[in-house]
């Protein structure tokens, strides 16, 4: 089955740090740009953050601009995203997915290879 596996969210304090990832199984990413996205309970999924195939360019949206970075490590067949200074807001299941132009990520465009998500608490 081809999907990617997204790890590494858990409960933070706030201020706090965490690194998720997001592994393929099944195929290599280094064709694909990958965007995170992220759905907080009663709300809507929105666009974190996207990389292009190469890891040349990045777009960030939204609370997470200057406080999270997202990394890629094409022979790991992984792609990270760093996420610093939590706050409760930030409280959400985080995903990964395939996308198809990182400068529109956030915009319903196609998207494919959605991973279960992994889930990040910020809570004192």
């Known amino acids: 089955q081809l999907q990617l596996v997204e790890s590494g969210g858990g409960l933070v304090q706030p201020g706090g740090s965490l690194r998720l990832s997001c592994a393929a199984s099944?195929?290599?990413?280094?064709?694909?740009?990958i965007g995170w996205f992220r759905q907080a309970p009663g709300k809507e999924r929105e666009g974190v953050s996207c990389?292009?195939?190469?890891?040349?360019?990045?777009n960030y949206v939204g609370s997470g601009k200057g406080r999270f970075t997202i990394s890629r490590d094409n022979a790991k067949n992984t792609v990270y995203l760093q996420m610093n200074s939590l706050n409760p807001a930030d409280t959400a299941v985080y995903y990964c997915?395939?996308?198809?132009?990182?400068?529109?990520?956030?915009?319903?465009?196609?998207?494919?290879?959605w991973g279960q998500g992994s889930q990040v608490t910020v809570s004192s």
């Open positions: 997915a395939a996308v198809a132009d990182c400068r529109f990520f956030n915009s319903g465009t196609w998207s494919e290879y």
């Open positions: 099944g195929f290599t990413l280094d064709v694909f740009a």
């Open positions: 990389i292009t195939s190469s890891g040349a360019s990045t």
